[in-house]
């Protein structure tokens, strides 16, 4: 589910930009080697992400990279990339 | 058929006229002080007055200079975002040579041409590209001057310079000498030149590299480049050395660097801080000698990483303070100088992210989300931005830092607990994965910069 607010600006700009931090995950989760995150279920990613920023995941960057990111804002940022087309 | 012009005139759709810029143009592109003094006031002052907004006057146009990492990425993130909205991109080369993974090219196991990409793809997204030199800026008409007599209006401009060498910093250090010490700051025709010098050099020879202060492009660049070079003369010119001069006594993931030198190449590379004589005062390029205030050091095999400073550009436009470098709003990356010019990359102060092709990416993406807000009437959300740095000690030993990062009074700063560099304690297998992860992230990277 793409939350309201991004819905509002894919209307107004005729393509949505991700929500804050979401754009930066495209560095390295283009589909060469890291987990493909366009189409992936949204609860997936909240998951994985849950996971580094708790240590209950191996990572070697993402634990890292999680604890800068609020449960909530990670929630945005893993719908946002669900609806994204593969 | 592509996109791509070379000579092309752009034409001006607004025909807004400004005869101080004309005479600018006229005059070798080259401005005056004074010319340059107007524009600035007058930029800052129609800028508080009348912020653009491109109605009834056909599509917003959005110039882009420079087609790194930071340009290509928001050119593209731009066409995504704003469809409705045309794009230029402005670049002076056809082939863009990449700066992350080009060590691997100086010690000779990658092929330079694995660093190198062409602009085809964003020409096919419908990006106009323009191979010519932004020779200036006048940002109050709201035009691009280019080498090649034409101009492109905008109604936003983003700069992604990238750098250049501050030929004045280093006594000695200019472009001449960069012939006989190759920096290899700027990759292209520089890393394939210390490349062949190494690779010339007898075995038990000296090869010397110098460290500049910071700011620079790609803080731990330096430091993976020397280990690199130490791993190629372990295994084929072991009898030789490598003398790294710092101007510095820290340096980025220095201890996962230190722990890694002491096993990988112990009587091989020596590292000299800031305190034990490392800074370079100067340079004698015919005689190949690195001077410090505790002694010379003679090289059969130089390299300079001199000090640096923002695309030259950023300074004609006016947008590079005193330090040579671009404070930028860390909401909209505009920068703080001139309104309706955004500024990203290695070129931008960007607070507590370093100088990185991961920043610059990330930094293009969320200006051009900002930009593309701008344009609508709205206001830019502010954003959170991540940088990953890969480094390399040997093939398949890779470490990293990463950070995250938000506007925080006014300048990006790192998220408290968040960010940091790989656990010094770790087996060689995260180490392998590490760098495993760097090969993927270049790819990626450069595939979604450049297709």
């Not at chain 2, 810029?21 to 004074?34: E, L, V, W």
């Not at chain 2, 082939?95 to 062409?118: D, H, K, M, W, Y």
């Not at chain 2, 960069?178 to 394939?192: D, F, N, Y």
């Not at chain 2, 050091?297 to 550009?313: L, S, T, W």
Request: aromatic share 8%; glycine share 10%; hydrophobic share 45%.
């Amino acid at each position: 589910m793409i939350p309201r607010a991004a819905l509002l600006t894919a209307v107004l700009l005729g393509a949505a930009a991700p929500p804050p931090g979401g754009a930066s995950c495209s560095g390295c989760h283009g589909g060469t080697g890291m987990p493909l995150l366009a189409g992936r279920p949204a609860a997936d990613t909240v998951a994985a992400l849950d996971g580094f920023r708790a240590g209950t995941r191996p990572a070697t960057v993402m634990s890292r990279i999680a604890k800068g990111f609020t449960p909530t804002e990670s929630q945005a940022i893993a719908a946002w990339w669900a609806g994204v087309a593969p | 058929m592509t996109g791509v012009e070379h000579d092309a005139i752009v034409s001006d759709r607004s025909s807004r006229s400004n005869s101080v810029f004309d005479r600018a143009i006229q005059t070798s592109g080259d401005a005056t002080s004074g010319h340059r003094a107007l524009t600035r006031r007058a930029a800052v002052a129609a800028g508080l007055a009348m912020p653009f907004v491109a109605q009834g006057q056909g599509k917003a146009r959005v110039a882009i200079v420079g087609g790194g990492f930071g340009g290509a990425s928001a050119a593209r993130a731009l066409r995504q975002y704003a469809p409705s909205v045309d794009v230029v991109l402005i670049e002076a080369n056809e082939t863009f040579t990449a700066c992350p993974f080009s060590n691997l090219a100086i010690v000779g196991v990658r092929p330079i041409e694995a660093q190198q990409f062409g602009y085809r793809a964003l020409a096919a997204d419908g990006i106009r590209v323009i191979h010519a030199t932004a020779t200036d800026i006048d940002a109050t008409g709201k035009r691009v001057a280019l080498s090649n007599g034409a101009s492109v209006p905008y109604d936003r401009l983003i700069l992604s310079p990238g750098i250049d060498i501050d030929w004045h910093a280093l006594p000695g250090y200019d472009e001449a000498a960069s012939t006989r010490m190759p920096h290899a700051w700027k990759a292209g025709a520089q890393t394939v030149l210390l490349r062949d010098r190494l690779a010339a050099m007898p075995d038990g020879g000296t090869v010397v590299m110098s460290v500049p202060p910071n700011p620079y492009r790609c803080p731990p660049g330096p430091y993976e480049r020397a280990s690199l070079i130490a791993w190629y003369l372990r295994g084929a010119k072991p009898r030789s050395k490598l003398l790294v001069l710092d101007s510095k006594d820290s340096f980025s993931k220095q201890k996962l660097f230190q722990a890694g030198w002491a096993r990988l190449y112990p009587g091989i590379l020596e590292w000299v801080s800031q305190s034990n004589g490392g800074t370079v005062t100067g340079v004698d390029p015919a005689a190949s000698v690195f001077k410090t205030d505790f002694g010379d050091h003679k090289a059969d095999v130089a390299n300079v990483i001199p000090p640096q400073r923002a695309g030259k550009i950023a300074a004609i436009a006016g947008v590079a303070d005193k330090t040579g470098w671009c404070p930028i709003d860390p909401v909209s990356f505009e920068s703080r100088l001139v309104p309706g010019i955004h500024v990203i990359g290695d070129a931008a102060i960007a607070g507590a992210m370093p100088k990185s092709a991961f920043a610059a990416n990330a930094q293009a993406k969320a200006c051009a989300a900002a930009v593309a807000r701008l344009l609508d009437g709205g206001t830019p959300d502010e954003p959170i931005l991540i940088n990953t740095c890969y480094s390399l000690l040997a093939q398949g030993y890779g470490i990293s830092v990463a950070g995250v990062y938000r506007p925080v009074g006014g300048v990006l700063a790192e998220v408290p607990g968040s960010g940091g560099t790989s656990p010094l304690e770790e087996a060689d297998d995260f180490r392998y994965r590490e760098a495993q992860n760097a090969d993927a992230w270049f790819k990626t990277i450069a595939h979604e910069a450049f297709g």
